[in-house]
């Protein structure tokens, strides 16, 4: 993610800024990717504090339109929840916009988000026809780290989810294209088997011994489906995670040249690269401080392989240039 102009004096603004360290209010304006000091901004702002601007008084900003359904406010921290979930989808949204997705420019269908607060029973999170559903009790770091270590993953965060799920809705978009299954295919394996069986002979008997070997997490070993998802939100990770590291003007002899843009280059295995001998460096750094590595994942080469493939995918935009 980019850092930010001030608009109105000296200094920089982060992402998720509602004003200037002066006091300031701004907004962000994704089509423009620049902070703006004047209305309109998002109806939800008050609310739920978005910080984008709005095409016109009163309305929603583009992120927020896109969410058809919000949580239940009687259920408890459901709002606060909510805002944390926006927060995560504005981010994923305006990385994709980097590669024209989900912007003015891309002729096809955005995706449709049910946010919901959870009851009694858990929220169903998934992806039906261009439907992305969301639990915002995952942003509650005792429900994170409770479902995390049931399920023995090594990374669960919302933007994670966001990533995920937003991906399924990539897939479903690119399958409209003639060219795209047979490809996707080779690669993933068909995924046309039945998705359900497949589930429960994951969770009934695990993945496959030699799973590191061919998927980027146990998960990704269920059904071609997952793999897709899982692929694709991890080359969003590491392709923002480059894009960060330069954007805070920090260095490395990994980063190919000054002024380098991750979401710019043409070269996946390039990008590949960098951005997992970034994450090493950064994994050594929170160790430092006896936190979790930041990127806890090893990239075999066969992982590699399907992350180039989503790349070339995924860069091409939303208008299959």
Known sequence: MRVFANPVGAGSLWFDNLATANGTPVAYDPQARAFLPMPPFCANRDRISCN???????AFC???????????PTIPNAIANWAQTEAAKRRVLDNLGRWHWFRPEDPGAPPVFHLLAEGPTPVLMG????????SVAEVDPVVQT???EALQEPYRTMIGHMRHEISHML????????????????????????????LQYHYENG????????????????????????????LLHLTDIADSFVATGLSSPQIP??????YSEPDAERLIHVAAALTVGINHVNRSMGLSDLYPFVLSERARHKL??????LRRGAQGL
């Open 308 to 313: 180039a493939f989503v790349h070339d995918w």
């Open 207 to 234: 993945p496959p011994a030699d799973w590191k070997q061919h998927y980027l997490t146990s998960y990704a070993s269920t059904h071609p489906h997952e793999d897709w998802a899982e692929t694709a939100a991890h």
């Open 146 to 148: 409770t479902r995390r």
């Open 171 to 198: 897939w479903w978009r690119l399958s409209l294209r003639e060219d795209f299954l047979d490809a996707f295919r080779a690669m993933f394996g068909d995924e046309r088997i039945d998705y359900q069986a497949a």
């Open 127 to 134: 992806h039906v026809g261009g439907v992305v559903t969301i």
């Open 52 to 58: 984008w601007i709005a095409p016109e008084e009163g």
């Open 257 to 262: 040249h000054a002024g380098w843009d991750p």
């Open 62 to 72: 583009r992120s927020c339109a896109m969410t058809a359904l919000a949580p239940d």
